[in-house]
């Protein structure tokens, strides 16, 4: 009986130090060590809409610089690495209305991009999707002139959720 026990305790705790794989995500760079500098030259617009690639790249950049340990520039040719994307769509559409209104309160914005990140000695993509999508829903005012007044914080917290989602793939390679 005590044999079994012991015997149990030890296959217990060889399976707890095996663990299973999993990490939390945003804590696991897969990144060559050899890259400390990546580029990230501003995102090509392929809608109409007006400084959409500014705030995404902006807000990419800041990302990388508050969660990794990466310096980044904007020119390709000085980067370790390089992250090129181009924003080919942006949708918005009312998901939530106001029931005495009619005025939609929330809105369903979803982005798709082109991303590719590339080792700058060697050409190797170390990521590359087509199809990036980010989508994400935001209340909006039912107040007509709070509505234009928060066009920019809420562009600017778009860009900022973007950015997590985008950085998040790049360097865990999901």
């Known amino acids: 009986m005590i044999g079994r026990r012991a015997v149990c305790a030890v296959m217990a705790t060889l399976a707890m130090l095996a663990g299973c794989g999993y990490h939390v995500a945003g804590h696991s760079a897969t990144l ?4 400390h500098v990546i580029a990230i030259p501003a995102l090509e617009n392929k809608t109409t809409s007006y400084r959409l690639e500014q705030k995404l790249t902006a807000a990419t950049v800041h990302e990388f610089l508050a969660k990794t340990s990466y310096k980044v520039v904007s ?38 991009c082109e991303v ?17 999508v980010f989508r994400n829903q935001y209340e ?3 107040d007509l002139q709070s ?3 928060e066009q920019d914080p809420a562009l600017d917290r778009l860009a900022q959720d973007f950015a997590q989602r985008l ?4 360097t865990e390679n999901y």
Request: aromatic residues 8%.
């Open 75 to 112: 020119n390709p040719e000085d980067g370790d690495a390089v992250l090129r994307g181009k924003v080919l769509s942006l949708e918005a559409v009312p998901l939530l209305f106001d029931t005495t209104t009619g005025r939609a309160t929330t809105m369903l914005v979803t982005v798709k």
């Open 147 to 149: 509505f234009f007044e």
């Open 116 to 132: 590719t990140f590339t080792e700058s000695a060697t050409q190797k993509v170390l990521y590359h999707t087509d199809n990036f």
């Open 167 to 170: 950085v998040a793939a790049v």
């Open 140 to 142: 909006i005012s039912t």
């Open 32 to 35: 060559p060590k050899s890259i």
